[in-house]
T-cell receptor
Framework: ELKVEQNPLFLSMQEGKNYTIYCNYS?????LYWYRQDPGKSLESLFV?????AVKQEGRLMASLDTKARLSTLHITAAVHDLSATYFC???????????FGGGTRLMVKP | EAGVVQSPRYKIIEKKQPVAFWCNPI?????LYWYLQNLGQGPELLIR????????DSQLPKDRFSAERLKGVDSTLKIQPAELGDSAVYLC????????????FGPGTRLTVL
C-alpha cells in the first residue's frame, strides 16, 4: 500500500523567509504532483514532476523530485502573504491513473 | 474553458436521509474521479470512471454509497442512508485519461449530516 507523508503539517513563517516542505512516499513511483488548496476552495494543480531529478519553478515556488530517495520537496523563496494556503503532494500509482495524497501542509505567511 | 462543475456546493441533511451529488467534468475528459476529503486531510479516492465504466471502486463503501456515469459525461454520487461520519467534502475531478495526465478538481460539495 502506497503511503505518502508530508512534513511539516503546519508552517507559520514571516514574509521574506525561505522554507521547504517535504513529501516522502513508500513505494516506487515516477510521477508526483503538487496541489494548492485555499480555504473552502478546490485543489489547484501547481506542478507535475515526471522523472528523477525533475525540477520545476513557478514564481516563488520550486518543486523537485528524487525517485531514488522517494522524496519530493517544495521550496518557498521569500514568502509573501498570498502564498498562505494548504499544499498537498500526490503520488501516482496503478500505471499513473490513481493518486494517493499526503495529509497536506498548512502554510501561513505573516506580514 | 469551463472547469469541473459540481452541485450543490453545500448540503445539510439529517442522518438516515439520502443525498446525491452531481458532477460535470471538463469537456473531453474521459476519466472522472470522486474523492472524499475530511477536514484537515488530503483527498481519498472513492471511485474512478473511464468513460461510463467504473474501473476502480474498491474504496467505495458499497453498502450505502453508489455512483453512476451515464453516457460517460456527467456523474452522480449517492449516499443512502447517510451517517454522521459521512460529513465531509466530496470532490469530483476529471482528466483526459492519458498517462501522465493531470487531474483537475471541482469546487466540491460540503456535506453536513446532523
Amino acid at each position: 500500500e502506497l503511503k505518502v507523508e508530508q512534513n511539516p503539517l503546519f508552517l507559520s513563517m514571516q514574509e521574506g523567509k525561505n522554507y521547504t516542505i517535504y513529501c516522502n512516499y513508500s513505494t516506487t513511483s515516477d510521477r508526483l504532483y503538487w496541489y494548492r488548496q485555499d480555504p473552502g476552495k478546490s485543489l489547484e494543480s501547481l506542478f507535475v514532476l515526471l522523472s528523477n531529478g525533475a525540477v520545476k519553478q513557478e514564481g516563488r515556488l520550486m518543486a523537485s523530485l528524487d525517485t531514488k530517495a522517494r522524496l519530493s520537496t517544495l521550496h518557498i523563496t521569500a514568502a509573501v502573504h498570498d502564498l498562505s494556503a494548504t499544499y498537498f503532494c500526490a503520488v501516482a500509482y496503478n500505471a499513473g491513473n490513481m493518486l494517493t495524497f499526503g495529509g497536506g501542509t498548512r502554510l501561513m505567511v505573516k506580514p | 474553458e469551463a472547469g469541473v462543475v459540481q452541485s450543490p456546493r453545500y448540503k445539510i441533511i439529517e442522518k438516515k436521509q439520502p443525498v446525491a451529488f452531481w458532477c460535470n467534468p471538463i469537456s473531453g475528459h474521459n476519466t472522472l474521479y470522486w474523492y472524499l476529503q475530511n477536514l484537515g486531510q488530503g483527498p481519498e479516492l472513492l471511485i474512478r470512471y473511464e468513460n461510463e465504466e467504473a474501473v476502480d471502486d474498491s474504496q467505495l463503501p458499497k453498502d450505502r454509497f453508489s455512483a453512476e456515469r451515464l453516457k460517460g459525461v456527467d456523474s452522480t454520487l449517492k449516499i443512502q442512508p447517510a451517517e454522521l461520519g459521512d460529513s465531509a467534502v466530496y470532490l469530483c475531478a476529471s482528466s483526459l485519461g492519458q498517462a501522465q495526465d493531470t487531474q483537475y478538481f471541482g469546487p466540491g460539495t460540503r456535506l453536513t449530516v446532523l
